[in-house]
């Protein structure tokens, strides 16, 4: 752990060093800006303390090679770099002082300090140049109004001469030039910076765009042996190869089962990978959703199999119930939320697909009496390959993308998802799908 304050810290980091040049580089040119200034000043008797004024010059000549000495062997860089910025405000008061004290013209050097401060530091050092400034400033009013430190005559002269102007044009000149250049250096490095970055997030985007249409393209070929296996293991399972034997028949519906669940895998990813890299097209038609909810609760009971699990469907039938939607995206959403209810609920419990009529369209629900989902996982079920239980010994398989692929359809084709859940007493998926 660092001994020093956070923005202190900063400064002896590496990646800090190109600053720290920079504010030595342009550290020795306001020196020697300032000792023309001075040297002129006093020719044109605008100063009459010229030799504290080279004294001060001196010291912050000093402390600035100090700084360059640190940060060209890397050591002590924190210290020298502080005693550099403690030159600074020694050296604009002392200006101010010798200049005419509190009413002093120079009292802008302060402003320049902070704002070059603010543009090559962080907040820390500009907060802490701030507060220096301002404590020394205030020190000198005060030693100068107690009689301690002796009144400075004002270098504004009553009647000012070409050369006076000269002199003050010159200073103004180095008011608004310092921190002009060091506001260009600064914004030519963000630029550059800029750009590298956007010439880094094409690059990205080219890079995630080639992998998308990869995993779709490779996602579309493994469907075709799939369909083949499942082609033919049905086949076999009806004896039109010959006589099968229950051993068999077992095993062929174990590959089938397996083959079945490494399709919708593979469906799913398909759907990622389609819409990342070429989106998804939607082909809207007239879909009665009591008919489809009907097939899908039958699915569902095919999936429970001889698991004393309840299905059930409630669903209005004093009318049909249509939608202008994509019937097939429609049912791989909901053959994904019934599939992760069944496959959550242990025996016993109940899955319920329910709808109900809504203002310009329809609600359906599926609820279930499962394991539930955490509160902290809520808002994540959504993204791809994460799961409420994401442990090893996670008693369910799967590989967290159903319910991606529920929020990419959704999305798709306008339909609100909303999920509630308690752990272990279950969830409700809630669908709104406009008319």
Known sequence: MS???????EVGSEAFRPKLRTGVFTGYATVFALLALVLAAHHFGLLAERRWALVLLAVKFVSNSV????LAKRRLVI???????????????????FTGGAFSPLVSLYFVEVSVMALLTNAGLTVATVLGSFASYSVMVGLEAGGVLRKMPSIIPAHPTTAHVVVFVAYVGCVLFVPGLYVAIMVQRLRD??????????????????KSEFTANITHELRTPLHGILGMGELVEEGIYGPVTDKQRDAIRTIRSSATGLLELIDSLLVLARDEALGLEVQRSTVELGEVLSAIAATARMLV?????IVALDVPTDAEHTVETDRKKLVQI?????????KFTPDG??????????????????????????????????EPFVQADGSAERAHGGAGLGLAVVKKLSSLLGISVRVTSEPEKGST???????
């Open 429 to 435: 998926f809630t669908l709104e799908i406009p008319k």
């Open 193 to 210: 910076r800029e750009r590298a970055l956007e010439a880094r997030a094409r690059e990205l985007v080219d890079a995630s765009r080639t």
């Open 349 to 382: 419990g109940r899955v319920t697909i329910a709808l109900a009529p809504r203002p310009h369209g329809y609600t359906v629900r599926v609820e279930d009496t499962g394991q539930g989902i955490p509160a902290a996982m809520i808002e994540r079920i959504f």
């Open 67 to 70: 700084a360059w000495a640190a």
């Open 3 to 9: 001994r020093y304050p956070a923005s202190l810290a």
């Open 79 to 97: 210290e020298a770099s502080t005693a550099n910025i403690a030159a600074d405000v020694l050296l604009m008061t002392g200006g101010v002082y």
């Open 305 to 309: 199999g001889s698991r004393p699990l």
């Open 334 to 342: 909901l053959v994904n939320l019934v599939a992760n209810a069944v």
